[in-house]
């Protein structure tokens, strides 16, 4: 089979314009499905999308009875700001750890190297290719006890990415 043929047969299937969480087999990816962020299932569709259309990836790693996964989800992830910018400047992908623990690890082993700690929610920043960039645990959507609003964390990393040509 050709390259060229393999491509058009992993098509993208999923809108990228919307939140498609509403699909998923997960109970607790569906618990996502009405934050404004436009989240993905984590598929080798969209992997290869965000190659093809040169855009970082952020990844939220949580699951069903996180506290601070849904306090995020009510605050940060159901900002309009905040999604928007997102929306417009990455692709997102939410993942259960519990259905997909290879990514969990994946990515927990990268936020304790660059932290030495880790937890959930995992969000982690990552090129086009998947080599990430950086990683954080909790963000509120408003500063809040000296911590950075998500939006002004998200707005350095795509300056980083960009000047760095990772994006």
């Not at 990228?16 to 436009?38: A, E, K, T």
């Not at 290869?48 to 990844?59: G, K, N, S, T, Y």
């Not at 900002?79 to 519990?98: H, L």
């Amino acid at each position: 089979m050709k390259k060229k043929d393999i491509n058009k047969d992993n098509a993208l299937k999923a809108d990228l314009q919307r939140n498609n969480l509403d699909g998923s087999d997960s109970p607790y990816l569906r618990q996502h499905r009405d934050n404004p962020v436009w989240w993905q299932e984590w598929s080798p569709e969209v992997l290869q999308e965000a190659i093809r259309q040169d855009r970082p990836l952020f990844v939220s790693v949580g699951y069903s009875t996180c506290h601070w996964c849904h306090v995020m989800a009510g605050e940060a992830f159901s900002d309009p700001g905040t999604a928007e910018f997102f929306n417009q400047n990455f692709i997102c992908i939410k993942v259960d750890r519990e259905t997909r623990p290879d990514i969990d690890q994946y990515l927990m082993h990268f936020i304790q190297a660059q932290s030495g700690s880790g937890g959930w929610p995992l969000n982690v920043f990552l090129t086009p290719d998947q080599r990430p960039v950086f990683a954080l645990t909790y963000a509120p959507a408003r500063e809040q006890r000296g911590m950075q609003p998500l939006l002004f964390i998200a707005q350095k990393v795509l300056e980083y990415i960009r000047a760095h040509g990772a994006a």
